[in-house]
């Protein structure tokens, strides 16, 4: 199924527009789990069951599997979700960006190996080295916009000349994906919720393309400023990204269910404001 028809299946269905980030740190874990050769999958698995009926997709970040050699644990884990939890989007949060070759070796991994609905891509080097992601025309493509993080400003945010005028070069991107990279209409970009100003922004040059959003929770993100900046006219076009708030909302054994309450408050929370 295309990404975005299973997203909007999802945003309706579950009534969410929560994103549950799966960012697993063995250091962070349970103490029951430490010491396990198989403790991030259990971890990650017992947190999908317990949210995903709260969730619109789920969001692995590659970096914390492949630090601790548990690539086979997070192809077990997407599996999982698509076996246990049909419908629920994964997003391979790998921010990738090479030249087209390398390129379509990342779109492999992500697409083929670990079976992802999307990927999120890093578009500055250019449409060549986001080519083989749009290759595959029924995967979402997530493109970096407007980071979350302070320094997302540094170059996001210089000025720059373009056909359609000057503008800042998150907001040319915005167009450029919007305009240009969307023919198969798998296209989405990232815009961090620490900046609502610009999520206003991006949402005013891109029509209905929707838009990921971390940062809420952990880095501070403000809900309400959010969902007004960045939903669409029928109240959804946002996957709202939570990882650590969520995963480590408990320390016992009893950390899914824990997970489970703060997920439950956040998607309530964001639907007081759709
Ligand atoms: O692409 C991302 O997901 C991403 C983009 C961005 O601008 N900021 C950002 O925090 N992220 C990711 O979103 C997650 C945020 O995690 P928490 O801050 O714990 O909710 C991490 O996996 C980050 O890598």
Same mark, same amino acid.
């Given at each position: 199924?295309? @990404?975005?028809?299973?997203?909007?299946?999802?945003?309706?269905?579950?009534?969410?527009?929560?994103?549950?980030?799966?960012?697993?740190?063995?250091?962070? @874990?349970?103490?029951?789990?430490?010491?396990?050769?198989?403790?991030?999958?259990?971890?990650?698995?017992?947190?999908?069951?317990?949210?995903?009926?709260?969730?619109?997709?789920? *969001?692995?970040?590659?970096?914390?599997?492949?630090?601790?050699?548990? #690539?086979?644990?997070? #192809?077990?884990?997407?599996?999982?979700?698509?076996?246990?939890?049909?419908?629920?989007?994964?997003?391979?949060?790998? *921010?990738?960006?090479?030249?087209?070759?390398?390129?379509?070796?990342?779109?492999?991994? !992500?697409? #083929?190996? @670990?079976?992802?609905?999307?990927?999120?891509?890093?578009?500055?080097?250019?449409?060549?080295?986001?080519?083989?992601?749009?290759?595959?025309?029924?995967?979402?493509?997530?493109?970096?916009?407007?980071?979350?993080?302070?320094?997302?400003?540094?170059?996001?945010?210089?000025?720059?000349?373009?056909?359609?005028?000057?503008?800042k070069l998150y907001e040319h991107v915005a167009r450029t994906v919007a305009e240009d990279w969307n023919a198969s209409g798998n296209c989405a970009l990232v815009v961090g919720a620490t900046f609502p100003a610009e999520?206003?922004?991006?949402? !005013?040059?891109?029509?209905?393309?929707?838009?990921?959003?971390?940062?809420?929770?952990?880095?501070?993100?403000?809900?309400?400023?959010?969902?007004?900046?960045?939903?669409?006219?029928?109240?959804?076009?946002?996957?709202?990204?939570?990882?650590? !708030?969520?995963?480590?909302?408990?320390?016992? #054994?009893?950390?899914?269910?824990?997970?489970?309450?703060?997920?439950?408050?956040?998607?309530?929370?964001?639907?007081?404001?759709?």
């Amino acid at each position: 199924m295309h @990404f975005m028809t299973a997203l909007r299946a999802a945003w309706q269905q579950r009534d969410s527009l929560l994103c549950v980030g799966l960012d697993p740190d063995p250091a962070r @874990f349970p103490a029951h789990l430490q010491g396990r050769s198989d403790a991030i999958l259990r971890f990650c698995t017992q947190i999908v069951d317990a949210t995903a009926d709260l969730v619109c997709c789920f *969001k692995p970040q590659i970096a914390y599997f492949a630090a601790h050699r548990a #690539e086979d644990q997070l #192809e077990a884990l997407v599996e999982h979700i698509h076996a246990r939890h049909p419908g629920t989007p994964v997003v391979l949060d790998a *921010k990738r960006g090479d030249i087209g070759s390398t390129a379509e070796q990342y779109a492999i991994e !992500a697409f #083929e190996r @670990f079976k992802a609905d999307a990927i999120t891509v890093n578009p500055y080097m250019g449409r060549d080295s986001v080519d083989p992601y749009l290759a595959y025309p029924d995967k979402g493509v997530i493109l970096l916009c407007r980071t979350s993080n302070p320094g997302g400003s540094d170059l996001q945010f210089l000025e720059v000349d373009t056909s359609k005028g000057r503008m800042k070069l998150y907001e040319h991107v915005a167009r450029t994906v919007a305009e240009d990279w969307n023919a198969s209409g798998n296209c989405a970009l990232v815009v961090g919720a620490t900046f609502p100003a610009e999520i206003a922004r991006v949402r !005013a040059l891109v029509g209905e393309l929707p838009l990921l959003v971390p940062g809420i929770g952990a880095q501070g993100g403000d809900i309400a400023a959010t969902l007004a900046a960045g939903r669409t006219e029928n109240g959804t076009g946002l996957m709202i990204n939570s990882s650590r !708030a969520v995963l480590y909302a408990g320390k016992g #054994e009893d950390f899914a269910e824990a997970a489970r309450r703060v997920a439950e408050e956040t998607r309530d929370a964001i639907n007081a404001y759709r």
